[in-house]
């Protein structure tokens, strides 16, 4: 038992409630600790274990993010989380278009000077496995961020980005494939930025929602004007689909960007597939519709995301809010009803 009357593992949770707060002013910290404190104290002397008390507020982390919710400061680790989670979705599409490349490459882009023969137009067969594997070497540069500290990752997805746009610039037939590995790296690159400052309101889901359903509005207008004709399954694909996609994105459903990064996969595999003529124009496409979805996906709140439906298993608000909605000083978590103790103390006297 320490000085202050507080059990050790009482004071290891106060210090990683401090810790998870180190970005909210120092004298607010105080405040909301104190209150903390003083709640854990009042449960202790009413009979309560320890252990029973932090299981009711919740993780030191739990009762941090609501904190900054009631105070109006951004989610600490909500930046982080987007970028992690667009980092990988680019490494997996840069796996993708290695495979891509190893194996389909000159059968639709030629490579010169060197010419194969039908049966070995895979450039694992014509180079061999070493140079196969250096078309890993971008989706390795788009993963690098997820194993750096967390000091430098931000300024690593920047640098990739960079990297990767001027490698698909200058690579000539062959950079083609990798563009929608670049627009994936801007993406993990930018996204976490904007919501870190929290850029990009509704007017920003509004043109992603007009630009995912722009394709269903041009199929419309050609099938209408009888230059393109579309029976009732097209209808369904090319023109209900793209506009019920762009109609939830822009009413931040994140099943739209779901939607549309699940579609937009699906236009790269099957262009690799089905390689013709307009192959870049689908395999771009296809990666454009992904790194919107996705950027999308990863950077709208979940639809539960409000600040009653994150507030800890069994705890209570940290902070308060004036009438006028400003934020006001924390309030004292009240203690847990006393059903909590154990099934004793809920047994009627008697």
Do not use: N
Not at 187 to 194: E, R, S
């Amino acid at each position: 038992m320490s000085e202050d009357g507080l059990p050790e593992v009482a004071r290891t949770y106060l210090r990683a409630l401090d810790a998870e707060l180190s970005d909210v002013p120092s004298g607010t910290v105080e405040e909301i600790v104190a209150d903390v404190r003083a709640h854990i104290a009042d449960a202790l002397d009413s009979g309560r274990s320890a252990d029973e008390v932090l299981a009711g507020l919740g993780a030191a982390r739990d009762v941090a993010r609501q904190a900054r919710e009631e105070l109006g400061l951004p989610d600490q680790d909500r930046p982080a989380r987007v970028g992690r989670t667009l980092s990988l979705v680019a490494a997996a599409v840069g796996v993708l278009i290695a495979v891509c490349v190893s194996f389909l490459l000159p059968s639709t882009v030629p490579v010169e000077p060197i010419q194969a023969d039908a049966g070995e137009q895979g450039v694992l067969h014509r180079l061999g496995p070493g140079i196969a594997l250096l078309t890993l070497l971008p989706a390795l540069v788009a993963a690098a961020p997820l194993v750096a500290p967390a000091r430098v990752r931000a300024g690593l997805r920047l640098a990739g980005a960079i990297v990767l746009t001027v490698f698909a610039c200058a690579a000539g037939e062959t950079g083609l494939y990798y563009f929608p590995l670049a627009l994936m790296a801007w993406a993990a690159a930018l996204v976490p930025w904007a919501v870190r400052r929290g850029a990009g309101g509704r007017w920003w889901h509004v043109l992603a929602g007009g630009f995912v359903a722009m394709p269903g509005v041009l199929v419309a207008v050609a099938s209408a004007g009888g230059s393109v004709g579309v029976g009732w399954a097209g209808a369904a694909l090319w023109i209900a689909g793209p506009l019920a996609a762009g109609a939830l994105c822009a009413y931040r459903f994140r099943v739209g960007y779901a939607v549309t990064a699940f579609a937009g996969a699906l236009v790269m595999i099957l262009a690799m597939a089905e390689r013709g003529f307009l192959f870049a124009a689908f395999w771009l496409f296809g990666g454009l519709y992904l790194a919107l979805g996705a950027a999308g996906y990863a950077a709208s709140r979940a639809a539960g995301g409000d600040p009653a439906a994150s507030r800890p298993p069994g705890g209570d608000p940290v902070t308060s809010r004036s009438a006028d909605g400003d934020p006001a000083a924390p309030a004292r978590p009240r203690p847990a009803p006393a059903t909590e103790a154990g099934p004793e103390a809920a047994a009627p006297a008697g």
